[in-house]
């Protein structure tokens, strides 16, 4: 019962009375420092160490420092890539008197200045000179900055960019809280909407970003257990009990893993992908609430999710909402009207199949710069059936769903149902991940391997 209570405390940390009262009276001329346009100069001025100061081996790994012209590839690449914001924070903040082409496709068009820039690089002799470096760097780096530019012009597009900031922008667009290429709090509209405006709710958005930090230390030390009980890594903790078990990246190209232990593995990589995901998103959340920004967490307990689309809502909550925002709703606007149930479908398909898979070739240097046909194309075939299953299981979850909310709700779910549905959740992205597994195994690799967990070889 202690054990309980000391928990369910600790989730209502930031809605303790008590505790935030003592809070501000510990913190109380921080509180009252801290303005809401203080603490967006602050997180500004980070962004400018961000883009400016650190180092470039890090963050743009196309431009090698020590080769001759390397500083002058480099310092082109930040110039260019803060060149790109600008002009884009300028386009927003004028975005009426845009070209009636660019209005309606604003993003299709973005993307397209990206892509032009990558069929330059792909024309450019490698000469190992500054130019061609530089547009190396500047390939590799503009996807971090993409989508944030895109959230950027939606802004613009609603009206809400004329009279604010550039500081406001450079926020998010060179997070110093932390990031990948999703960005996490989105754009500045979301995070307005959840920024404390007064003591008592930067207090209480302070609280909650310490708790998510705990949390993250806590999943950290899971993973370093994990890694070591479970994997053997010597890294991890106790690694010299550890149980060994492989990875799916080690399984994959050798055939004859023991269907039990194939499965079991799935499993625990499942759990483990959650807990990774977790714990960097805390981070980076946990930040963002210290600086007054009290959004969403990034992953949310979806390892309890009853329901396929519930697990893709909750598991990397804001890559689902990039996939909707970008891909979701422009396509359930325009297409397919008089059909709902193809409107949903289409929509689903270009959020979680072609938006899914048009994210990570953004990532994909094969693509963008070295145009390797070979591993081009086995992981097309990867990671785009990956995305068909995930849009159709998404789908059918979606349908579902709608269909149980129109009948009448039973008194209560037995808990071995709800055990079922669970399982059966885990076992779909489980066996999901054989596609999206980012090894170089070939697509018939991947298929010998998921026949060979219902026993047929």
């Known amino acids: 019962m202690a ?3 000391l928990v369910r405390r600790f989730g209502q940390l930031h809605e303790d009375p008590a505790l935030i009262a003592r ?14 346009r203080r603490r967006r100069s602050l997180l500004a001025l980070g962004a400018l160490y961000i883009a400016v100061r650190q180092p470039l081996r890090e963050m743009f790994p196309g431009v090698d420092l020590r080769a001759p012209g390397g500083p002058v590839a480099g310092a082109i690449v930040v110039v260019g890539c803060f060149a790109a914001v600008v002009s884009v924070y300028v386009a927003a903040g004028r975005f009426a008197s845009l070209p009636a082409a660019i209005r309606s496709r604003p993003q299709v068009w973005l993307h397209a200045a990206f892509w032009a820039l990558v069929a330059i ?35 613009g597009q ?10 406001d922008h ?17 754009g500045l509209d979301h995070l307005a909407r959840h920024e404390a405006a007064s003591e008592e709710a930067l207090a209480r958005s302070q609280l909650a970003g310490i708790k998510l930090l705990i949390l993250a230390a806590i999943y950290n030390g899971l993973l370093a257990l994990m890694a070591g009980l479970v994997y ?42 959650v807990l990774k ?26 390892l309890l999710a009853p329901s396929i689309v519930e697990f893709w809502n909750r598991y990397y909550y804001y890559f689902k909402e990039l996939l909707v925002e970008f891909f979701f709703f422009p396509t359930y606007v325009r297409r397919f009207r008089r059909s709902p149930r193809l409107r949903i479908f289409a929509a689903t398909l270009a959020a979680a199949g072609f938006g899914n898979l048009y994210y990570h070739l953004l990532q994909h240097d094969a693509f963008v710069l070295t145009l390797r046909w070979a591993a081009i194309g086995s992981w097309l075939l990867s990671r785009g059936f990956y ?32 055990v079922r549905r669970v399982v059966g959740v885990w076992t779909f992205f489980a066996l999901l991940s054989i596609w999206a597994d980012d090894s170089a195994a070939g697509f018939g690799q991947r298929v010998s391997f998921f026949l060979a967990l219902f026993g047929v070889r």
């Not at 609603?158 to 500081?167: D, L, M, N, T």
């Not at 690694?239 to 492989?246: C, D, E, I, T």
């Not at 990246?249 to 759990?271: D, H, I, K, N, R």
């Open 3 to 5: 054990v309980a209570l």
């Open 23 to 36: 809070w501000r009276s510990w913190l109380g001329p921080l509180l009252t420092w801290l303005t809401p």
């Open 121 to 155: 690089a792909w024309l450019v002799p490698d000469d190992r000179g500054p130019g061609a470096a530089a547009l190396a760097g500047l390939v590799l780096a503009l996807p971090f900055l993409l989508w944030r530019m895109g959230y950027l012009l939606m802004s």
């Open 158 to 167: 609603r009206g809400r960019v004329a009279g604010s900031r550039f500081g």
């Open 170 to 186: 450079l926020l998010y667009l060179y997070p110093a809280y932390g990031g990948t290429n999703t960005p996490y709090g989105k």
């Open 232 to 273: 053997g890594d010597p890294r991890g903790a106790w690694s010299g009990h550890g149980l060994g078990l492989p990875r799916l990246e080690q399984m994959l190209p050798a055939a004859g893993t023991p269907w039990a232990t194939a499965w079991v593995s799935l499993y625990v990589a499942l759990v483990w992908d």
């Open 277 to 302: 995901l977790a714990a960097r998103g805390h981070e980076i959340v946990g930040i963002l609430r210290l600086f007054g920004f009290n959004v969403f967490r990034n992953t949310y307990k979806p």
């Open 387 to 418: 995305c068909l299953l995930l849009s159709v299981g998404i789908y059918l979850s979606m349908r579902r769903e709608q269909t149980r909310r129109g009948t009448a709700a039973a008194p209560s779910v037995p808990v071995l149902t709800q």
